[in-house]
Nanobody, 115 residues
Framework: QVQLVESGGGLVQPGESLRLSCATS????????MHWYRQAPGKQRELVAT???????GIADSVKDRFTISRDNTKNTVYLQMNSLKPEDTAVYYC?????????WGQGTQVTVSS
């Protein structure tokens, strides 16, 4: 069983930064694509960022100039660097690992942006 554990969420003011981390319980990074999703209250879960096993990344247009995804294969960890946070970034952020039909989700970490 693959476990994904997110951390790094919290309460910040608009304009501040956070870095989310997603650690796995075993080394799956060599073959899995890693994603970050978020779900705001009353809204559908949306894809924020993706990083393939080869390091190719993709960022949603809504956050493209502010968020960055990266991975450290030596630490089995994927990161989401979030800069210039806005109140509309408030959501539960989830990590997901996929490989073909296989998919695993983390439990989520809350990010709240409020003054």
């Amino acid at each position: 069983q693959v476990q994904l554990v997110e951390s790094g969420g919290g309460l910040v003011q608009p304009g501040e930064s956070l870095r989310l981390s997603c650690a796995t319980s075993r080394n799956i990074f060599s073959i899995y694509t890693m994603h970050w999703y978020r779900q705001a209250p009353g809204k559908q879960r949306e894809l924020v960022a993706t990083c393939t096993s080869g390091g190719t990344t993709g960022i949603a247009d809504s956050v493209k100039d502010r968020f960055t995804i990266s991975r450290d294969n030596t630490k089995n960890t994927v990161y989401l660097q979030m800069n210039s946070l806005k109140p509309e970034d408030t959501a539960v952020y989830y990590c997901r690992a996929t490989m073909g039909p296989l998919t695993y989700w983390g439990q989520g970490t809350q990010v709240t942006v409020s003054s």
